[in-house]
T-cell receptor, first 116, second 112 residues
Framework: GAVVSQHPSWVICKSGTSVKIECRSLDFQATTMFWYRQFPKQSLMLMATSNEGSKATYEQGVEKDKFLINHASLTLSTLTVTSAHPEDSSFYIC????????????FGSGTRLTVV | GENVEQHPSTLSVQEGDSAVIKCTYSDSASNYFPWYKQELGKRPQLIIDIRSNVGEKKDQRIAVTLNKTAKHFSLHITETQPEDSAVYFCAARGWDAGKSTFGDGTTLTVKP
């Protein structure tokens, strides 16, 4: 089946630094990648939708200059958390749409970000 | 936009009992409703889904029902087992639309 590889699985960084999270589609072309954020014991909140070769579409309330998304190829999308702060600590997870129409998504394994 | 409400937020059952989780949605254009199981620190796993042209779908111990008129759908788990313990999320979206709207999740605990 379709697999999305997400790295790193966890990262600890200092306040003010930037962190890059990668999602790669291993056996299919992901023209669209969705980036979610999940706080402990809460639901998945869509942050942005990235389409290969074009600018990402951000959800209301998500700072595009803080959460930089790049989808330069059909198999790679990245999320960079810039100037991270402790309140950015969360579980970030990507999800790719598989094919047309599509029975659901395939999710990456998630990245646990802790900002100290 | 779409709004999905999920109840209950927590559910505790005895092993072997049934569990039911309910969701309502607001956008009549939504026509695809997946259910996900998420274990702590792991990715959500699709366990069952239903399209709006179907009223019920069953897969072994898991079933989903959809009432399109009332805009609600439910997950039914029969003969629950301890390994069913997890957080379950419902979601709604258009079949050809990209983004899903997720419910807030239900923490299911199955006591041995």
């Amino acid at each position: 089946g379709a697999v999305v590889s997400q790295h790193p699985s966890w990262v600890i960084c200092k306040s003010g630094t930037s962190v890059k999270i990668e999602c790669r589609s291993l056996d299919f072309q992901a023209t669209t990648m969705f980036w979610y954020r999940q706080f402990p014991k809460q639901s998945l909140m869509l942050m942005a939708t990235s389409n290969e070769g074009s600018k990402a579409t951000y959800e209301q309330g998500v700072e595009k200059d803080k959460f930089l998304i790049n989808h330069a190829s059909l198999t790679l999308s990245t999320l960079t958390v810039t100037s991270a702060h402790p309140e950015d600590s969360s579980f970030y997870i990507c999800s790719a749409r598989v094919g047309q129409g599509g029975y659901g998504y395939t999710f990456g394994s998630g990245t646990r970000l802790t900002v100290v | 936009g779409e709004n999905v409400e999920q109840h209950p937020s927590t559910l505790s059952v005895q092993e072997g009992d049934s569990a039911v989780i309910k969701c309502t949605y607001s956008d009549s254009a939504s026509n695809y409703f997946p259910w996900y199981k998420q274990e702590l620190g792991k990715r959500p796993q699709l366990i069952i889904d239903i399209r709006s042209n179907v009223g019920e779908k069953k897969d072994q111990r898991i079933a989903v029902t959809l009432n399109k008129t009332a805009k609600h759908f439910s997950l039914h788990i029969t003969e629950t087992q301890p390994e069913d313990s997890a957080v379950y999320f419902c979601a709604a979206r258009g079949w050809d639309a990209g983004k899903s709207t997720f419910g807030d999740g239900t923490t299911l605990t199955v006591k041995p």
